[in-house]
T-cell receptor
Framework: EAEVAQSPRYKITEKSQAVAFWCDPISGHATLYWYRQILGQGPELLVQFQDESVVDDSQLPKDRFSAERLKGVDSTLKIQPAELGDSAMYLC???????????FGPGTRLTVL | GENVEQHPSTLSVQEGDSAVIKCTYSDSASNYFPWYKQELGKRPQLIIDIRSNVGEKKDQRIAVTLNKTAKHFSLHITETQPEDSAVYFCAASVEDYKLSFGAGTTVTVRA
């Protein structure tokens, strides 16, 4: 069964450093989402792509976060500079166009020291 | 935007008993309501979903009910087993497919 892939699974960094996370959605899924999940809370949408275009980035802290999906397939989420409050699980999900069901990747757990 | 509230935050049940988790949503335009199960350290996985044109849906031991008038929906797990222990998230979505999640319910099934 196809799954969403993410790397790295764990990342420890010091504040003010740059970090990047990668996501490979299920083949054929045009819609890709990045979520942040703080411990003990539900996932919160950061950015939504339709193919290579950003559909919604209203909750993305654009002063330090950026996301791209240049060829409409895999995607990268970057944080620069990282802050202590960025420590969280970063989840990627994908879905087919015009379909609500989202499939999640295993996530990248970020710890900022 | 959509606001989803989920209760209770923790739930402990005896093996074999039923578990019920309730969620309310704010946006009357929401039309899709999935439930995800997340085991410790693992990805959220869809266990059941319901759309606004249906009032109830069942899949073996799990069922979801939706009350559009009251803007709430519930997850019911019957004959609970130890492997049902996990965090459960409800979510709601409008036409743009963006999911708004509840805060989660930690379910513990006591053997």
């Amino acid at each position: 069964e196809a799954e969403v892939a993410q790397s790295p699974r764990y990342k420890i960094t010091e504040k003010s450093q740059a970090v990047a996370f990668w996501c490979d959605p299920i083949s054929g899924h045009a819609t890709l989402y990045w979520y942040r999940q703080i411990l003990g809370q539900g996932p919160e949408l950061l950015v939504q792509f339709q193919d290579e275009s950003v559909v919604d980035d209203s909750q993305l802290p654009k002063d330090r976060f950026s996301a791209e999906r240049l060829k409409g397939v895999d995607s990268t989420l970057k944080i620069q500079p990282a802050e202590l409050g960025d420590s969280a699980m970063y989840l990627c999900a994908s879905s087919q166009s015009n379909d609500n069901e989202q499939f999640f990747g295993p996530g990248t757990r970020l710890t900022v020291l | 935007g959509e606001n989803v509230e989920q209760h209770p935050s923790t739930l402990s049940v005896q093996e074999g008993d039923s578990a019920v988790i309730k969620c309310t949503y704010s946006d009357s335009a929401s039309n899709y309501f999935p439930w995800y199960k997340q085991e410790l350290g693992k990805r959220p996985q869809l266990i059941i979903d319901i759309r606004s044109n249906v009032g109830e849906k069942k899949d073996q031991r799990i069922a979801v009910t939706l009350n559009k008038t009251a803007k709430h929906f519930s997850l019911h797990i019957t004959e609970t087993q130890p492997e049902d222990s996990a965090v459960y998230f409800c979510a709601a979505s409008v036409e743009d497919y963006k999911l708004s999640f509840g805060a989660g319910t930690t379910v513990t099934v006591r053997a």
